[in-house]
């Protein structure tokens, strides 16, 4: 990855589209209404396989038998997509889809899609300057976007790396449930990708269970995903790193059921981490980490942390 430089606080990588045209500079069109930018000429051979599935899913509400639904939220679906022709570069890739139905979003695509609002170029955008961070983040093989006549957008969707052997942090939890000792163990392998976001800038604003995914082989590394609606700071930002724990410990606590004295452990063990030592530091620390666990913030005021 180049190295791209962003000279505002509290920026958005959107405002800048350097990365996704450097790390996407093969053009290829399937279609007369649809473009998709590739990272490698090659990768056009799977284009058609996210085209078929993109149609039989619009079309009939249903997937070929070479795919399957990782996630499925309203008119935004994440699916896994087999490769079993020897032409195709992998053997496996998701295809993130992001329908735009209404006239609003149309609009908005074109007004607002570098601010990471809704679409699938805005997270492609960012989960590239995040990898230029130093983020363990999936690879993005390619960008796509589909045009109704008049030449508004449709669907907007993102090729990206599969990453195979790997759980999320909430099934592994759920898995773990009533074993305090293997949750303790599964919430230390988070401590050192939240010290990663700190020391990047980055605001995920969505670290919920499922933006972790932790290696099951016990040899790769492990990743972040969902970086939609993410921020990036020039500097590291205590506070950020604050809401961005406490937003993950109210999630365990909600959806995995982990006791407010495990989440009290593993905000002890970031610090330790984060090698923070100085009493005041540390209790002030706490006061945020225990306020962002106890509110419910909307999506805008977690993306106006700094």
């Known amino acids: 990855y180049s190295t791209y430089s962003f000279p505002h606080q509290n920026i958005t990588p959107m405002s800048?589209?350097?990365?996704?045209?450097?790390?996407?500079?093969?053009?290829?069109?399937?279609s007369n209404r649809t473009v998709f930018r590739l990272q490698?000429?090659?990768?056009?051979?799977?284009?058609?396989?996210?085209?078929q599935t993109?149609?039989?899913?619009?079309?009939?509400?249903?997937?070929?038998?070479y795919a399957d639904f990782l996630n499925n939220r309203g008119r935004r679906f994440v699916l896994r997509i087999r490769c079993e022709d020897?032409?195709?570069?992998?053997?496996?890739?998701?295809?993130?889809?992001?329908?735009?139905?209404?006239?609003?979003?149309?609009?908005?695509?074109?007004?607002?899609?570098f601010s990471q609002t809704r679409f699938g170029f805005g997270e492609a955008n960012a989960l590239l300057v995040a990898a230029n961070r130093n983020l363990p983040v999936p690879n993005i093989y390619g960008h796509g976007l589909l045009k109704n006549r008049f030449g508004n957008p449709t669907l907007d969707m993102i090729l990206m790396e599969h990453i195979h052997h790997h759980q999320t942090i909430g099934t592994l939890l759920n898995d773990a449930r009533g074993n305090e000792e293997e949750c303790k163990a599964l919430l230390k392998r988070t401590t050192p990708l939240f010290v990663q976001l700190f020391h990047a800038g980055c605001n995920n604003i969505d670290m919920?269970?499922?933006?972790?995914?932790?290696?099951?082989?016990?040899?790769?590394k492990d990743y972040l995903l969902d970086f939609e609606y993410s921020r990036f700071h020039n500097e590291p930002n205590l506070t950020v790193l604050m809401s961005e724990a406490g937003f993950f410990a109210h999630r365990c606590q909600k959806n995995a059921a982990l006791s407010a004295d495990l989440m009290e452990w593993w905000f002890a063990d970031l610090l330790t981490a984060l090698h923070i030592t100085d009493p005041a530091e540390k209790q002030h620390l706490k006061q945020?980490?225990?306020?962002?666990?106890?509110?419910?913030?909307?999506?805008k005021e977690r993306m106006n942390i700094q």
């Open 16 to 30: 800048n589209s350097k990365p996704i045209f450097d790390h996407l500079p093969h053009t290829y069109n399937p």
């Open 54 to 65: 993109t149609e039989a899913l619009l079309q009939n509400n249903e997937i070929p038998d």
């Open 288 to 299: 945020q980490f225990n306020y962002y666990a106890t509110h419910k913030l909307s999506r």
């Open 208 to 220: 919920n269970l499922g933006t972790i995914l932790l290696n099951s082989d016990g040899e790769s």
């Open 86 to 113: 020897e032409k195709n570069t992998f053997h496996s890739f998701v295809l993130k889809l992001f329908s735009l139905t209404r006239f609003r979003q149309k609009m908005r695509y074109h007004t607002k899609k």
């Open 40 to 51: 490698l000429p090659e990768y056009a051979s799977v284009v058609h396989l996210a085209m």
